[in-house]
């Protein structure tokens, strides 16, 4: 089975892309894909607030 790639990961995590029927399904899964999620969007909130700062505020 190939491995996908970190892109294609990002857009699962984040249900923007449907994952294959074929991969697997658990519980632990799930919870790893969430705390995955969780932590893409505090990223993306952080590297908003830079910009922000960096921009905005001088």
Avoid: C, E, W
């Avoid at 970190?6 to 994952?19: A, D, E, M, P």
């Avoid at 909130?45 to 905005?56: E, K, T």
């Amino acid at each position: 089975m190939k491995q996908p790639s970190f892109f294609t990961q990002v857009l699962q995590y984040l249900y923007i892309k449907r994952r294959s029927d074929d991969a697997p399904h658990n519980t632990n899964l799930k919870f790893m894909h969430g705390m995955n999620r969780i932590s893409i969007f505090m990223f993306l909130f952080a590297v908003v607030v830079i910009i922000y700062r960096l921009v905005i505020k001088r």
